[in-house]
């Protein structure tokens, strides 16, 4: 069996698509997958441990621990600066285990500029379909609003374009989508780039 | 849901990588799947069931298929013709069935010609691998002998990295590989390039 090092997920979508519960319930079925914790200087939220949903660093210790390379990628949003932290995910991938993550889009588009080799998921809740059709037929909203709301679609568009996948979650149906992407996990490994040169010449040498 | 017309899937490899029996344990599996049937002028042997194994015709009637548009591609191996009936894929894939089929290599890439779209796995048989290493160490095969299998391992391999996964099928470990294939079929159809424009316009108007 050719094994190669750990393959890097990162499953990413609007809010509202349900990211968090659907990764959860991977992790709860995956055990040996890694979940990468991003590092942010923003204040941490009531509910949230320092560690599991972030790293919660200071401005001065962000800015050295990105100064030192030991962040894959960063960028700033809404003031607060957030960033991968470079190592955990490095030394899991060449241990053999898979890393998952789920930052926003733009911070997927961050990691993917960064890490090539990643897997991006891009996640749509179900019942966001047909919006725009929605919005047509019920004319609540006004000509502008509708406008804007095409417009956005149409910029966030381009963006799923650099995604490799499209997982539909919808409504009561979570355990499909938890299958559904497993079986991206699974099939990912086997994809021929995934293969270096010297492994398939070993594999052919039959 | 969003559903899209079916895929076509081609498993193929070199002879003695238990193609036939992985392909049939996941027919088993996957009711729904679609078998394609070649048509080809050889001679049917003992074993072979027409309509079943080969669609068998004359060398008239194939060329009567062919310049009538009926075959996806045609090919001449080893005095014989080959090739792929198009109406039933064709039909089955706007049902929306998944559709697979097994050719040789060289039949795989020509289906990848004729049809883009189509998803192409490489099976290996493990108890190949690493024949070159075995082939030094043992030294009971010629200098030739070795050169000559480099050789074809290294022609062989120029056709590999036109498919998109490579699968090993381990002695006695049919089941993992039925069920990577089974991972494979699955998550083809959440890849990115299978959404038409308009569909994801649709899920992004939100």
Same mark, same amino acid.
């Given at each position: 069996?050719?094994?190669?090092?750990?393959?890097?997920?990162?499953?990413?979508?609007?809010?509202?698509?349900?990211? +968090?519960?659907?990764?959860?319930?991977?992790?709860?079925?995956?055990?040996?997958?890694?979940?990468?914790?991003?590092?942010?200087?923003?204040?941490?939220?009531?509910?949230?441990?320092?560690?599991?949903?972030?790293?919660?660093?200071?401005?001065?210790?962000?800015?050295?621990?990105?100064?030192?390379?030991?962040?894959?990628?960063?960028?700033?949003?809404?003031?607060?600066?957030?960033?991968?932290?470079? +190592?955990?995910?490095?030394?899991?991938?060449?241990?053999?285990?898979?890393?998952?993550?789920?930052?926003?889009?733009?911070?997927?588009?961050?990691?993917?500029?960064?890490?090539?080799?990643?897997?991006?998921?891009?996640?749509?809740?179900?019942?966001?379909?047909?919006?725009?059709?929605?919005?047509?037929?019920?004319?609540?909203?006004?000509?502008?609003?509708?406008?804007?709301?095409?417009?956005?679609?149409?910029?966030?568009?381009?963006?799923?374009?650099?995604? +490799?996948?499209?997982?539909?979650?919808?409504?009561?149906?979570?355990?499909?989508?938890?299958?559904?992407?497993?079986?991206?996990?699974?099939?990912?490994?086997?994809?021929?780039?995934?293969?270096?040169?010297?492994?398939?010449?070993?594999?052919?040498?039959?």
């Amino acid at each position: 069996m050719i094994t190669g090092p750990g393959l890097l997920f990162v499953v990413s979508g609007p809010s509202g698509a349900g990211k +968090d519960t659907l990764v959860a319930a991977l992790r709860g079925r995956r055990p040996s997958l890694r979940y990468s914790v991003s590092a942010t200087t923003r204040e941490p939220r009531p509910e949230e441990q320092a560690g599991e949903h972030y790293f919660f660093v200071s401005r001065q210790e962000f800015g050295r621990l990105r100064d030192g390379g030991g962040l894959l990628e960063s960028r700033e949003y809404n003031g607060n600066l957030y960033g991968t932290p470079r +190592d955990y995910i490095e030394r899991s991938l060449t241990e053999g285990y898979d890393v998952i993550m789920k930052p926003e889009v733009n911070g997927a588009l961050a990691i993917r500029a960064a890490f090539p080799d990643a897997v991006l998921i891009f996640v749509v809740p179900d019942r966001f379909s047909n919006l725009r059709e929605r919005l047509l037929a019920r004319r609540t909203e006004t000509n502008e609003e509708i406008a804007r709301r095409l417009e956005i679609a149409t910029r966030e568009m381009k963006f799923i374009r650099q995604f +490799d996948y499209i997982v539909v979650n919808e409504q009561d149906r979570l355990e499909q989508a938890v299958r559904d992407l497993e079986a991206i996990l699974q099939a990912e490994r086997f994809r021929i780039h995934r293969y270096p040169d010297d492994s398939i010449r070993r594999v052919e040498s039959s």
